[in-house]
């Protein structure tokens, strides 16, 4: 059996305050116990991040990052839309069963209100494209007209609801549910 490879600081760091943050919340995640969990002396954490918002926002950005490839894995633009669709319904479902700890950082941070700055990590070609597809017609995507608040109550807030569910979906009824939501949302 392989050794594990023990995390850098910088990771170890992130996985205390994620952890921290599933079980506390954001405001009781003092540095001190991010220290104690990660190992990393109070020191060598401001060494990385100037600050525990800094941890935050940096981890806030490295679970978009994992988001952002995994929604877009087996993406091409030459891919019929409804494929695309399907496929990353797919990816979302998986993505968001394998990852309930970072999904649950992940919406705290993005309902709590918390003050870190907007996402720094710039989109890249692929996925500003693979997003362009998925907007409204009159944006130049291939999506129906409604506020943008109804596309995502119909499609990746279904998504995340079915993923946070105890018995796994088997593949085909996803791609049926995928399918059927796909004849909903997209411009007629």
Same mark, same amino acid.
């Given at each position: 059996?392989?050794?594990?490879t023990?995390?850098?600081k910088?990771?170890?760091?992130?996985?205390?305050?994620?952890d921290?943050?599933v079980?506390?919340?954001?405001?009781?995640?003092p540095?001190?116990?991010?220290?104690?969990?990660?190992?990393?002396?109070a020191?060598?954490?401001?060494?990385?991040?100037?600050?525990?918002?800094?941890?935050?926002?940096?981890?806030?950005?490295?679970?978009?990052a994992l988001?952002?490839?995994?929604?877009?894995?087996?993406?091409?633009?030459?891919?019929?839309p409804?494929?695309?669709?399907?496929? @990353? *319904?797919?990816? !979302?479902?998986?993505f968001?069963?394998k990852h309930? &700890?970072?999904?649950? #950082?992940?919406?705290?941070?993005?309902?709590a @209100? *918390?003050?870190? !700055?907007?996402?720094t990590t710039?989109?890249?070609? &692929?996925?500003?494209? #693979?997003?362009?597809?998925?907007?409204?017609?009159?944006?130049?995507?291939?999506?129906?007209e409604?506020?943008?608040?109804?596309?995502?109550?119909?499609?990746?807030?279904?998504?995340?609801?079915?993923?946070?569910?105890r018995r796994?979906?088997?593949?085909?009824?996803?791609?049926?549910?995928?399918?059927?939501?796909?004849?909903?949302?997209?411009?007629k």
């Amino acid at each position: 059996m392989a050794a594990k490879t023990k995390p850098s600081k910088r990771d170890a760091i992130h996985d205390a305050m994620l952890d921290i943050v599933v079980e506390r919340g954001f405001h009781d995640a003092p540095m001190s116990l991010v220290a104690q969990r990660s190992g990393a002396s109070a020191g060598v954490i401001y060494h990385y991040f100037p600050s525990k918002e800094a941890i935050i926002q940096a981890l806030y950005e490295r679970i978009s990052a994992l988001k952002r490839v995994s929604l877009l894995e087996g993406f091409s633009l030459e891919q019929d839309p409804r494929d695309t669709f399907i496929r @990353g *319904f797919l990816n !979302a479902y998986t993505f968001y069963r394998k990852h309930k &700890r970072e999904m649950r #950082f992940y919406e705290q941070y993005t309902h709590a @209100g *918390f003050t870190c !700055a907007p996402e720094t990590t710039p989109m890249d070609e &692929r996925a500003a494209a #693979f997003f362009h597809r998925f907007s409204s017609q009159s944006k130049g995507g291939v999506l129906n007209e409604w506020p943008s608040e109804v596309l995502n109550e119909l499609t990746i807030n279904l998504v995340v609801r079915l993923a946070g569910q105890r018995r796994k979906l088997p593949e085909s009824l996803l791609r049926e549910i995928a399918e059927s939501m796909w004849q909903m949302v997209k411009a007629k």
